[in-house]
């Protein structure tokens, strides 16, 4: 679901980059008015982890096409809509920085997408008034596999809204609305099982860190070094058998060629497709080849870039969870300290 450049103009894509921050700016608020410190080591565990499936294309029998895991709706019933939301934005930008997956115009757009709906749409106004705090049983399982469906929708409904409010292309807009709801729909199926599967493990093996009722989850050292390991397991192995088909947003859109993109020019969107040039040092998950920037380094793959990509996720995500922490820990200034002259 990751949008490129093209798809956008500068105006929308701006706007969705004000949302976007917007959105975080709430989030990082909500989080230091939070005493909880205990889940700063699960952000960056479980985004490094989502990091890592993310990488890894499914393919669609029958279609032509492949998905992946997002995982938003996932971190947002283990961490907290704030916290999720902060994470999901934080693997977004770091796959758009360094591996090129989702232009950087185009970075607003696909926070609204990916992480803004499914943590402060879905989960508040679809999840949690249907579960409240009974996190077992089959009503709780459907709720959790219809909430990840409906994420997935929403979201291939907003880039089909962003699409055709920029101008850019000339794909009809019905058409491709019907493409992308119908592929989302599968590919959102999918992540919903997925999801359903691994919260009823861990709530089997560690209740404490699902659901509100225990909302202080402590990770043991073992517990981190396992998800680690898994993280890049996933991303330096598993991600070698991804299907190489096109993901549903490509799907969609070679379903309606030819595409006809109008020119796109500006400076803001040469500057910021320069900058992304030259920051992508993995583009598409693959070592960058100095002597041909064009062409990937052959025979490394998409490990090195993986297992980069999972490092960066964890200390970033610590980095936040520190910062955030710093903040909320500094003592309000007094009057007088505000205005020497009182």
């Known amino acids: 679901m990751h949008m490129t450049d093209a798809l956008l103009s500068v105006n929308t894509g701006l ?36 990091f890592a499936t993310q990488m890894i294309n499914f393919t669609i029998p029958g279609t032509g096409s492949s998905g992946h895991l997002a995982g938003g709706f996932l971190l947002t019933i283990m961490l907290d809509p704030s916290r999720a939301f902060i994470t999901m934005a934080s693997i977004l930008f770091i796959q758009s920085l360094f591996f090129a997956d989702g232009g950087l115009l185009a970075l607003g757009c696909n926070i609204f997408n990916i992480a803004l709906i499914p943590c402060f749409v879905v989960y508040p106004l679809l999840f949690r008034p249907w579960v409240k705090d009974k996190y077992h049983g089959i009503r709780t399982g459907l ?29 009809p807009w019905k058409e491709f609305l019907w493409l992308m709801l119908s592929i989302h729909l599968v590919i959102g199926l999918v992540e919903g099982i997925v999801t359903l599967a691994i919260l009823s493990y861990l709530k089997n093996i560690r209740p404490d860190l699902i659901g509100p009722s225990s909302p202080s989850p402590l990770i043991s050292k073992r517990g981190i070094v396992a998800s680690l390991i898994a993280a890049l397991v996933v991303a330096g192995l598993l991600s070698h058998f991804a299907s190489s ?6 799907w969609s859109i070679q379903k309606l060629v030819p595409l006809r993109l109008k ?64 903040q909320r820990g500094r003592a309000p200034l007094t009057p007088s300290e505000t205005n020497p002259n009182l």
């Open 15 to 50: 706007a969705f980059w004000s949302v976007s921050a917007g959105s975080l700016a709430y989030a990082a608020r909500k989080v230091r008015q939070d005493s909880d410190e205990k889940k700063i080591p699960m952000m960056g565990v479980l985004g490094a982890f989502v």
């Open 143 to 171: 709720v959790v596999v219809l909430s990840t469906v409906f994420s997935f929708l929403i979201g291939a409904a907003a880039i089909v809204f962003q699409t055709s409010l920029s101008g850019m292309s000339e794909l």
């Open 245 to 250: 088909l096109p993901d549903g947003l490509e």
């Open 263 to 326: 020119e796109n020019s500006g400076k803001i969107r040469e500057w910021l497709g320069q900058f992304q040039s030259f920051s992508a040092v993995f583009p598409d998950y693959q070592v960058k080849n100095q002597s041909s920037p064009s062409d990937p380094v052959k025979g490394l793959g998409t490990s090195p870039g993986g297992i980069i990509g999972v490092l960066v996720i964890l200390a970033f995500a610590f980095f936040l969870g520190f910062i955030l922490k710093k």
